[in-house]
């Protein structure tokens, strides 16, 4: 169950099919006094097919809600959404940066390759040169320039031959 006495709450989705999964979680966060921050939402989302999704597209996204009592101290400031290319599908980044009060904090939700271990180093290292540019400044990778960069998402990393309670020991 997802308590309803935070401030901010940030939503991030892959693979999702329909605006409608934010929309339940834009009325669920209202009975915490939070609304959806607004920002357009082709600037928070990749698009695309593949995977058996021939019909209709899928997406990677993210969507902030913000407490009424943390609204004016809370400003979005930028969005953008990064793909990782036309073959890729949905694959890529979905991001928000937010000033709270006086910190910078941005929000990555992804979709990384699951093919070799390599494709998800350079999805990696796209997402940081690329949302750096679109998020901030032009001359700055992502990491040099907020206070605080949350990754989150499918990053397609497999646990493999490592025994299940030895996984959950570390």
């Not at 693979?15 to 357009?40: G, M, T, Y």
Request: aromatic residues 12%.
């Amino acid at each position: 169950e997802i308590p309803l006495d935070c401030d901010i709450y940030v939503i991030g989705v892959q693979e999702c099919i329909s605006e409608n999964f934010f929309n339940f979680w834009e009325w669920h966060l209202q009975k915490a006094s939070c609304v959806r921050l607004p920002v357009d939402r082709d600037t928070t989302r990749v698009s695309g097919r593949g995977d058996d999704s021939f019909v209709n597209p899928k997406f990677t996204g993210i969507a902030v809600y913000g407490s009424v009592r943390l609204y004016k101290k809370l400003h979005l400031f930028s969005a953008s959404a990064q793909p990782m290319g036309l073959l890729e599908g949905s694959k890529g980044g979905a991001s928000v940066a937010l000033r709270v009060f006086n910190k910078t904090i941005v929000f990555i939700s992804t979709h990384m390759s699951s093919n070799a271990h390599e494709n998800r180093q350079e999805n990696y290292m796209t997402l940081v040169e690329r949302l750096g540019t679109s998020l901030g400044n032009k001359h700055f990778h992502l990491l040099e320039q907020f206070h605080h960069v949350i990754w989150f998402g499918d990053m397609n990393y497999k646990i493999e031959q490592i025994a299940v309670d030895d996984c959950v020991d570390l």
